[in-house]
C-alpha cells in the first residue's frame, strides 16, 4: 500500500513504540538474568570497563562469534516463520539508537506492502523466544561439559533481553482486537500502520 494512503486514510493507525525505554528494558533483563546465571557479572563488566579495547576484546571474542550466530539464527526463525505463512519477510539492517545515544546497527527481518493478520504478526515476533529458550533450556538438563553449558546459559540470557522488544509488541498485539490488520512500509525507515476495519481492511487493493 502507498504511504500516502495509510497516512491520509484515518482508518489506518500507525504503530510505534516507546525507542528509549524498550533498551532501558533490554539492559534491566540482561544484568538481572545475567547475575542469575553469572553472578558478579556486573561487577567483572565495571572492573574492566577501563582496559584496553583489543585486549578486553580478544577476552570476548569468542562469545561475541557465539552470540553473532545466535542473533542470525534468531533472525532466521522470523524469516521462517513468515515464509511459512505465505508472506514475503526480507532482511534488512538499522541503526539504532541505544541508552548511550549511540547508533547500533540492528538487523530485522519485515514483510512489506502487505497485509498481516495480528495472529500471524504475534507467531513471527514470539517464535525466535519460544524456540531458542526452550532449546537451551533444554540443553541445561544434560549432562553436557561445563564449557557447552557455559555457551548455553550465555544464548539464553543474551536471546531473552534481546526479545523484549518482540514480547513488548506481542503483548500489545493480544491487546487489539483478532481481526486488526497490520501492514509495514519502508519511508527510509521502516513504518508500521494497522486497521481495526477486517472487511474493508483485508480487500485486495
Known sequence: ??????NDDPG????TIP??????????????L???????????FVENAGRDLGELLLIIAPKLGVLVAMTAIHEGIHYLVSKRQGRSPQFGITLQKTLWLLKEPIPYVVTLQERIPRNEMIKA???PLIVIDAIALGALLLPLSGDVIYYVKLILVVNTAG??????????LFRLPGE???VNVDDGEIRTFYSLRHNESTAEP
Open 34 to 44: 545475567g547475575e542469575l546465571f553469572f553472578p558478579g557479572v556486573t561487577v567483572w
Open 163 to 172: 526479545s523484549m522488544q518482540d514480547l513488548y509488541n506481542v503483548i500489545r
Open 19 to 32: 525507542e528509549r525505554k524498550i533498551p532501558l528494558v533490554v539492559l534491566i533483563t540482561l544484568v538481572v
Open 125 to 127: 515476533l514470539i517464535a
Open 12 to 15: 489506518w493507525i500507525e504503530y
Open 180 to 182: 486488526a490488520i497490520f
Open 1 to 6: 500500500m502507498d504511504l500516502e494512503v495509510l
